[in-house]
């Protein structure tokens, strides 16, 4: 099925560890981003990619890296992971002409 | 920066009936695109319609449908015959026209509950 897949769907962390989410999308889209939701706060952008080959911050960035690996994928990396971390990642794809975005399921982060 | 505010945290509506869910937001562009997203338990993210603001027609999806005001920078979803499959949280997303990459600037939710 067309669509975002995100992997894994859950994780618990230990304070200090590192892991990376993965997300890949095959609708040909230009744009990913990273959200993350936390309650009371809807979903947050953390970073963004336009195309291929470029990354941008987005509103809540520290803490994170990213990769625009080709145009499918698009990584979300957390090098130190903190309790602070501890939220649920979406991973979203978009065409251009404001359309909306197309999202993964979602990935639930505890750091412990 | 644009924000969006969804000032209702939570709702409730009988089954059958009609309910609406505010949305306000602030921007200073003249040209831009609203949505509502669904999220049931399942955690997916639905979209469940779209409006541009250049259009002053409120967009309708089935049961779904908007008041658009642009002056006053509000853009509620109102849902007719409930059903208890919309019990969910919604959220109002704002998204300017311009820029390669189109962010989505949401609020922070409206948790709605279909009563049987």
């Known amino acids: 099925n067309a669509g975002v897949t995100q992997t894994p769907k859950f994780q618990v962390l230990k304070t200090g560890q590192s892991m990376t989410l993965q997300c890949a999308q095959d609708?040909?889209?230009?744009?990913m981003y990273w959200y993350r939701q936390d309650p009371g706060m809807g979903l947050r952008l953390i970073y963004y990619?336009?195309?291929?080959?470029?990354?941008d911050k987005g509103e809540v960035p520290n803490g994170y890296n990213v990769s625009r690996l080709n145009k499918r994928e698009f990584s979300l990396r957390l090098e130190s992971a903190a309790p602070s971390q501890t939220s649920v990642y979406f991973c979203?794809?978009?065409?251009?002409?404001?359309?909306?975005?197309?999202f993964g399921s979602g990935t639930r982060l505890t750091v412990v | 920066a644009q924000t969006v505010t969804q000032s209702q945290p939570e709702m409730s509506v009988q089954e059958a009936e009609t309910v609406t869910l505010s949305c306000t937001y602030d921007?200073?562009?003249?040209?831009?695109?609203l949505f509502w997203y669904k999220q049931p338990p399942s955690r997916q993210m639905i979209l469940v319609i779209r409006?541009?603001?250049?259009?002053?027609q409120n967009a309708t999806e089935n049961r779904f449908s908007v008041n658009f005001q642009k002056a006053a920078k509000s853009f509620s979803l109102k849902i007719s015959d409930s059903q208890l499959g919309d019990t969910a949280m919604y959220f109002c997303?704002?998204?300017?026209?311009?820029?390669?990459?189109?962010?989505?600037?949401f609020g922070s939710g409206t948790q709605l509950t279909v009563l049987p």
């Open positions: 979203a794809s978009s065409e251009s002409g404001g359309y909306g975005y197309t």
């Open positions: 990619s336009a195309s291929e080959g470029t990354t």
């Open positions: 609708m040909n889209h230009n744009s």
């Open positions: 921007t200073s562009e003249s040209n831009y695109y």
């Open positions: 409006q541009e603001a250049y259009k002053q």
């Open positions: 997303a704002f998204m300017k026209p311009s820029g390669s990459a189109r962010q989505l600037t």
